[in-house]
């Protein structure tokens, strides 16, 4: 797997948590153009990868700092009903993964790197479990549908 550094973001800040989390996203544009959004600091977005439906990976923020891609997001953690300050600190915790899209469109050579770099974090950072590969419609339920496939297919598919 090999990873580019192309482009850089200027969109981040210093991570405050630990790596316990994984969200995939969908871009609403095509490469370069989503890469380039990324990499403007008006945007105030960024995400830690950009997989384009080629399938080649780039990496926009270093995985050390804080990428700005989840927005107003939250996840319970633990599954108490009760969410705590830090299960809305999405950002803090994850690293982001953005599939270059256009109306929700993956390719498989897109999917399968996407597993294959989720994989490799996975084996790096021995905090996050499947459980906690998320899309951002299930951090963002009602502000996001992305990604349009099944998570849950998603995350049964991973080593």
Same mark, same amino acid.
């Given at each position: 797997?090999?990873?580019?550094?192309?482009?850089?973001? $200027? *969109? !981040?800040? #210093?991570?405050?948590?630990?790596? /316990?989390?994984?969200?995939?996203?969908?871009?609403?544009?095509?490469? $370069?153009?989503?890469?380039?959004?990324?990499?403007?600091?008006?945007?105030?977005?960024?995400?830690?990868?950009?997989?384009?439906? #080629? %399938?080649?990976?780039?990496?926009?923020? /270093?995985?050390?700092?804080?990428?700005?891609?989840? %927005?107003?997001?939250?996840?319970?953690? *633990?599954?108490?009903? =009760?969410?705590?300050?830090?299960?809305?600190?999405? *950002?803090?915790?994850?690293? &982001?993964?953005?599939?270059?899209?256009?109306? &929700?469109?993956?390719?498989? =050579?897109?999917? =399968?790197?996407?597993?294959?770099?989720? %994989?490799?974090?996975?084996?790096?950072?021995? #905090?996050?479990?499947?459980?906690?590969?998320? &899309?951002?419609?299930? =951090?963002? $339920?009602?502000? #996001?549908?992305? $990604?349009? !496939? /099944?998570?849950? /297919? !998603?995350? *049964?598919?991973?080593?």
């Amino acid at each position: 797997m090999k990873i580019k550094k192309d482009y850089t973001s $200027p *969109n !981040f800040s #210093k991570r405050t948590k630990d790596i /316990d989390t994984i969200i995939i996203h969908q871009t609403e544009g095509k490469f $370069p153009g989503c890469a380039e959004w990324m990499c403007n600091p008006e945007s105030k977005a960024s995400a830690h990868y950009l997989i384009t439906k #080629k %399938g080649e990976i780039y990496q926009l923020v /270093d995985e050390k700092d804080k990428a700005w891609h989840a %927005g107003a997001a939250e996840w319970d953690y *633990n599954n108490d009903g =009760v969410l705590t300050r830090e299960e809305h600190a999405i *950002n803090s915790r994850s690293i &982001g993964i953005e599939l270059e899209s256009e109306k &929700g469109e993956t390719t498989e =050579v897109q999917l =399968v790197a996407s597993k294959l770099l989720v %994989g490799d974090i996975l084996l790096r950072y021995k #905090k996050i479990k499947n459980k906690n590969v998320l &899309g951002h419609k299930e =951090v963002s $339920p009602n502000r #996001k549908s992305d $990604p349009v !496939f /099944d998570m849950n /297919d !998603f995350r *049964n598919s991973l080593i």
